[in-house]
């Protein structure tokens, strides 16, 4: 699988772009969603208009509006319900993050997906939820609601499944198509898997990577390992749809881990910059490219440009 890597770039200097007076009418307004982090990895919120640069296919268009983004979102929160699921965990300290024994990693996972949707909310209160399953088939469990109470509900309901194995890269094309459908323009998905297992979802990379270019939602996902074996094509797959999508992968070992991850991607969303610039009219580019006039800049951006 070959996959372009996104190209980011930081210019020294704000860069006037000269408007050809009858051009505005053959150009076309498009907006796109990315989050910028420091040297620490937390959110910026404080960069100006003139500091933020696009491209598409390299060639730099012109910004026209740059601040922090307020619409409403539209999350899939993708939980493992895999027979790997169910199995002992590797907690620090031999305890997992509500004090349970390590074993019972889906207690961990329910802590997780419940502090992201409340501290998502918190920031966001418009925006919609939903909770999906990927043990043996690709379930929803909680329809799209923004009431954390029911959430919290339907995450209960999260169980492992004896002998179920993933369907995980299903789940996220089929997420992906949902939330294509979905009238507001900031999307997302959020996935916790449990390494090993085995995936017998039947999606090339390429066409789930399409599906969440065509949704513009980054993908946000977690691989638990505990154990040494790994699951060789979702470990190369993941990363490449976090990455190209303007989302992130993290691999960890610690269940009592997830609760922090879960809860700083739910800042990440929050904190994302609704960028608005022009570009002539003609056929969509290849791709879109993001810079900034800071050094030391993470950019979470997607490669794929808006519709």
């Keep these: 699988m070959k ?7 930081v210019l020294p200097v ?33 960069l100006k208009q003139d500091e933020i640069h696009v491209a598409e296919n390299g060639k730099e268009v012109q910004v026209v509006s740059a601040k922090i983004a307020t619409t409403p979102m539209s999350i899939i929160m993708l ?6 699921a169910g199995g002992s965990g590797m907690a620090q300290g031999g305890k997992g993050s509500s004090g349970t024994a390590a074993g019972d990693v889906m207690v961990d996972i329910r802590a997780a997906l419940n502090a992201f949707s409340q501290q998502l909310l918190s920031k ?17 469990i909680v329809p799209y609601t923004s009431k954390q109470e029911d959430l919290a509900k339907g995450i209960t ?21 949902d939330l294509a459908k ?7 998905i959020i996935s916790i898997n449990v390494e090993p297992s085995n995936e017998v979802s039947k999606e090339p990379p390429n066409a789930i990577m399409k599906e969440l270019g065509k949704a513009q939602a980054p993908l946000f996902s977690v691989s638990l390992q505990k154990g040494e ?34 809860k700083q991607t739910a800042d990440y969303l ?5 960028i608005t610039y022009t570009r002539p009219a003609g056929p969509m580019p290849a791709g879109i490219q993001f810079g900034v006039n800071r050094t030391g800049v993470k950019i979470l951006a997607t490669h794929f440009p808006p519709q």
């Design 157 to 177: 309901h999260l169980v492992s499944k004896p002998d179920a194995d993933s369907v995980l890269f299903e789940a996220i094309t089929e997420g992906s198509k």
């Design 79 to 84: 939980g493992d319900s895999t027979k790997a």
């Design 14 to 46: 704000a860069m006037a772009l000269a408007v050809v007076p009858g051009l505005a009418a053959r150009q076309a307004t498009k907006t796109v969603y990315v989050t910028f982090l420091d040297e620490k990895g937390n959110p910026i919120t404080d």
């Design 182 to 188: 979905r009238k507001n323009a900031r999307h997302a």
């Design 270 to 274: 929050t904190a994302q910059y609704e």
């Design 124 to 140: 966001s209160p418009q925006s919609e939820l939903s909770l999906v399953e990927f043990g043996q088939a690709n379930v929803t």
């Design 229 to 262: 074996k790994r699951n060789n094509q979702r470990g190369v797959v993941l990363p490449q749809l976090a990455t190209q999508t303007g989302g992130r992968h993290e691999v960890i070992v610690g269940q009592s881990a997830l609760v922090d991850l879960l």
């Design 3 to 9: 996959l372009k890597s996104i190209s980011l770039w």
